[in-house]
C-alpha cells in the first residue's frame, strides 16, 4: 500500500513538475518576444512554415466544414421553420467556434507535429547545444519566433477557414437547396456582430500561443521522453494530443466567459 | 587554466562521476580517455557547462563555473568552442552558413569580412568547393571539419573536442589528427579531446588523462601512460605496448 502512494506521489510530483517548467518556458519565451535581438529572419521563415504551408489544408477542411454545416443546420432549422436563418447559422458557427478550432486542430496536425519533430531531432543531434555553449539563448531562435508566427498566422488562417467555409454553406444552401442567395447573406450581415468575429479572433491568437508553445517545449524535451528517433516520435505524438486536448479544454473555457 | 576538483555526478543511483580530480594548463593539448559509457561525455559537458555537478567544482581561470549564474557563464563559454561528437551542425543551414554562424550571431562584422573570414576558416580545415553544399550533403570527415571551422572562428582560447573521430576510416581519423595538430600551431588554443581511439589520439595529445569509475586513474604524456603500471590502464593502452615503445 505504502509503495502505491509513494509511486503515486512520485508521479504527480513529475506533473507537477512538468507543468511548472512548461510555464517558465512560456514566460521566458513571452519575455524574449519583446527583447531584442529580433530574429526575423527566422520569424519569416516560420510564418511560411505555419501560414503558406498550411493553406491548402484549410482550404480544404473549411470548404467541407461549411458544407456539412450547411446542410445539417438546414434540416434542423427547417423543422422549425427558419431555413432562412442558414446563412448566419453557418457564419456564427464558423466565427466563434469552428474556424478557430477546426483550424488550430489542422495547423497542429500538420505543422505542430512537424515542429516537434525538427526540434527534437536538433535536440537529440546536440544542434541546441551547440546555440547554448555559443553562449545563444535557443528559446530566441526556436521557441520565440514561432509563437510569434503562430500569433500572426493562426487568425488568418482561421479567417480563411470561416471564409470558404461560409461559401460552402452557400454552395449547399443555395445552389444544391434552393435557398436564395439574398436571403443567405443578408440574414447573415443582420446577425452576425463584431463581438463575434473578436472572439474568433481571441480564440485563434489563444491556440496559436498554445500549439507552438506545446510543440516547442516538447521538441526542447524530447531527450525526457525517450532515446533518439523513438524519443522523437514520442514527443510529437505527445505534443499533438496535448495540443489538441488543450485547445478543446480552452476553447471551452474561453466560450464560457465570452460568451 | 582549468581546473577539476573532486568532480561528482550521479544519474539516479549510479554513481558516473566519483571524484574527479584534474588539471589543464594553457595552450596544452590533452586527452581524457577511457571506456565507452565510462563517463568522458558526462564530464565535458560538465566542463562546458551544460551539467551541473552533484559535488565539486570547476575553476575555470580561477571562477568556478558550476555555481555562476546564466549571464557569467555566458562570459567564459564565449571563451570555447567546441567540436561535438556527431558535429552537431544545423541541418537547416548550408556548410558556409554554419561556419558563419557566430559570427553572424556574435559579432557586427560586415557580410564582406564575414564572407573572407569565413572562406578563411574553412581553407584553414582544408575544405573547399562545398560552401552551398548542406550538412546531409557531405561526407562524416567533411562534417568534422566544418564543425572544427566553426569551433575556430571567433579564435577561442579552448577548444573541446568530443570523440572527434569516432566512427571515421583510419586515413580520415590520421587526417583529423593532423588537422587539430596544424590549428593547434596556428592558433594556439588549449585542447581537450575526449576520446577512446588508442593509439591515434597520443599523436595529437601533449598529455593523456585515463578515466575509470568515474575517476583520473593515470594522467602524463602519452609515454607515461603507454608505460604505467596500473592494471587497468595497461589493459587498455596494450595495443600500444605491443608497438616500438619503451619504458626504461
Known amino acids: 500500500m505504502e509503495r502505491i502512494i509513494r509511486r503515486l506521489g512520485a508521479w504527480a510530483l513529475s506533473k507537477v513538475r512538468t507543468m511548472g517548467r512548461m510555464v517558465l518556458f512560456l514566460i521566458e519565451s513571452l519575455y524574449l518576444v519583446f527583447v531584442p535581438p529580433f530574429k526575423h529572419r527566422y520569424l519569416f521563415r516560420q510564418i511560411r512554415f505555419f501560414g503558406t504551408k498550411s493553406l491548402i489544408v484549410i482550404l480544404l477542411t473549411g470548404a467541407f466544414t461549411g458544407m456539412v454545416l450547411a446542410i445539417q443546420l438546414y434540416y434542423t432549422l427547417r423543422k422549425f421553420g427558419s431555413d432562412a436563418l442558414l446563412g448566419p447559422a453557418v457564419a456564427l458557427s464558423l466565427i466563434r467556434e469552428l474556424g478557430p478550432v477546426l483550424s488550430a486542430l489542422m495547423v497542429t496536425g500538420r505543422a505542430g507535429s512537424a515542429l516537434t519533430a525538427e526540434i527534437g531531432i536538433m535536440r537529440i543531434s546536440e544542434q541546441i547545444d551547440v546555440l547554448t555553449t555559443m553562449a545563444l539563448n535557443p528559446l530566441r531562435y526556436l521557441s520565440v519566433p514561432n509563437i510569434v508566427a503562430a500569433i500572426i498566422v493562426f487568425p488568418l488562417l482561421a479567417a480563411i477557414f470561416d471564409l470558404i467555409g461560409i461559401y460552402g454553406g452557400y454552395l449547399v444552401g443555395v445552389k444544391l437547396l434552393g435557398l436564395s442567395s ?40 524530447t531527450d525526457e521522453t525517450g532515446y533518439g528517433a523513438e524519443g522523437v516520435s514520442r514527443s510529437t505524438t505527445e505534443a499533438v494530443v496535448m495540443s489538441s486536448v488543450l485547445i478543446l479544454i480552452w476553447d471551452y473555457f474561453v466560450g464560457s466567459v465570452l460568451v | 587554466m582549468i581546473e577539476i576538483i573532486g568532480l561528482e555526478k550521479s544519474f539516479g543511483g549510479q554513481k558516473v562521476l566519483q571524484g574527479v580530480d584534474l588539471k589543464i594548463a594553457d595552450r596544452e593539448v590533452i586527452a581524457i580517455i577511457g571506456e565507452s559509457g565510462g563517463g568522458k561525455t558526462v564530464l565535458l559537458r560538465h566542463l562546458i557547462g551544460l551539467m551541473k555537478p552533484d559535488k565539486g567544482s570547476i575553476m575555470v581561470d580561477g571562477a568556478d563555473i558550476s555555481t555562476m549564474s546564466k549571464r557569467e557563464l555566458d562570459k567564459i563559454r564565449d571563451k570555447f568552442g567546441i567540436v561535438f561528437q556527431g558535429s552537431a551542425l544545423f541541418d537547416s543551414m ?77 586515413i580520415i581519423m590520421n587526417a583529423i589528427h593532423k588537422l587539430i595538430i596544424s590549428t593547434h600551431e596556428k592558433y594556439g588554443f588549449t585542447g581537450i579531446i ?20 568515474g575517476r583520473i586513474i593515470a594522467s602524463g604524456t602519452p609515454h607515461d601512460i603507454i608505460c604505467n603500471k596500473d592494471p587497468f590502464v595497461k589493459k587498455f593502452v596494450s595495443t600500444c605496448r605491443d608497438a616500438d615503445v619503451s619504458c626504461g
Open chain 2, 94 to 170: 548550408t556548410v558556409f552558413e554554419n561556419v558563419v554562424f557566430p559570427l553572424r550571431e556574435k559579432t557586427d562584422l560586415d557580410e564582406t569580412e564575414i564572407l573572407q573570414r569565413g572562406k578563411s576558416a574553412l581553407e584553414d580545415v582544408g575544405l573547399r568547393g562545398i560552401d552551398d553544399k548542406y550538412p546531409s550533403e557531405i561526407s562524416g570527415g567533411m562534417k568534422r571539419r566544418v564543425a572544427l571551422a566553426r569551433a575556430l572562428i571567433l579564435g577561442p582560447s579552448t577548444i573541446f573536442f568530443d570523440e572527434p573521430t569516432t566512427g571515421l576510416d583510419p
Open chain 1, 182 to 221: 439574398g436571403t443567405y447573406f443578408s440574414q447573415m450581415e443582420h446577425f452576425v456582430e463584431m463581438s463575434d468575429i473578436r472572439m474568433g479572433l481571441y480564440k485563434s491568437i489563444s491556440f496559436g500561443v498554445i500549439v507552438s508553445w506545446v510543440s516547442c517545449y516538447k521538441g526542447f524535451h
Open chain 2, 194 to 213: 575526449i576520446s577512446h581511439e588508442i593509439p591515434e589520439v597520443f599523436e595529437v595529445a601533449d598529455r593523456v588523462a585515463m578515466l575509470y569509475s
